[in-house]
């Protein structure tokens, strides 16, 4: 059974986990905003979101693209928790509801697996902090960061914000 002496081993484990989802996260960002990593470029990301509904689509190709490139690099610095989770969490909620719920859970489908994921990680994050090697405890803001009320605000309000587009949504033009 693994016991922990101190804070470090989960600390060091924190890190390295907001490295592999901020990092992943990031990078999805940068296949909207810039065609990287094999991505689809504003341009196709523009037009997909046209055909679910988001109009105009550029504007939303771009609002989703910067919202996933910067969530994800808070988390990866670990910086400003817990707003970098709560906008991850927003986006998944609007990408599950648009494009996968109606493939089920596994991501081998499109489902939701992903999404689900995601914004697991994130939760744990805001409600959890960032741990020792962060950027916020560098600068001494980590214990003001993590005032419950605080955490609940920054998660409803990334909640409210996926909510919100999907209510501007219109029909979309093709089967989702």
């Known amino acids: 059974m ?3 002496t101190s804070g470090m081993n989960r600390d060091f484990g924190l ?16 296949q909207k905003a810039f065609g990287w990593f094999e991505g689809p470029g504003p341009v196709a990301a523009a037009g997909f979101l046209e055909n679910l509904g988001f109009k105009p689509g550029a504007r939303y190709a771009a609002l989703t693209a910067y919202s996933e490139i910067v969530s994800g690099l ?13 906008a991850m969490i927003g986006v998944m909620l609007v990408a599950a509801q648009t ?3 109606k493939n089920g859970f596994f991501a081998q489908k499109g489902g939701v697996e992903i999404n689900v994921l995601y914004s697991g990680a994130a939760l744990a994050f805001a409600m959890g902090g960032y741990g020792r090697y962060s950027l916020d405890a560098a600068f001494g ?9 605080l955490v609940w605000a920054a998660v409803a309000g990334g909640v409210l914000g ?4 999907l209510s501007r949504r219109q029909k979309p033009l093709a089967p989702e």
């Open 74 to 86: 808070l988390i990866t610095l670990g910086l400003g928790a817990p707003a970098g989770p709560a």
């Open 141 to 149: 803001v980590d214990e003001a960061l993590a005032n419950e009320r």
């Open 162 to 165: 996926g909510l919100a587009a």
């Open 2 to 4: 693994l016991r922990y």
């Open 99 to 101: 494009a996968h719920v």
């Open 15 to 30: 890190l390295l986990a907001r490295g592999a989802i901020g990092l992943s996260f990031a990078a999805h960002g940068t």
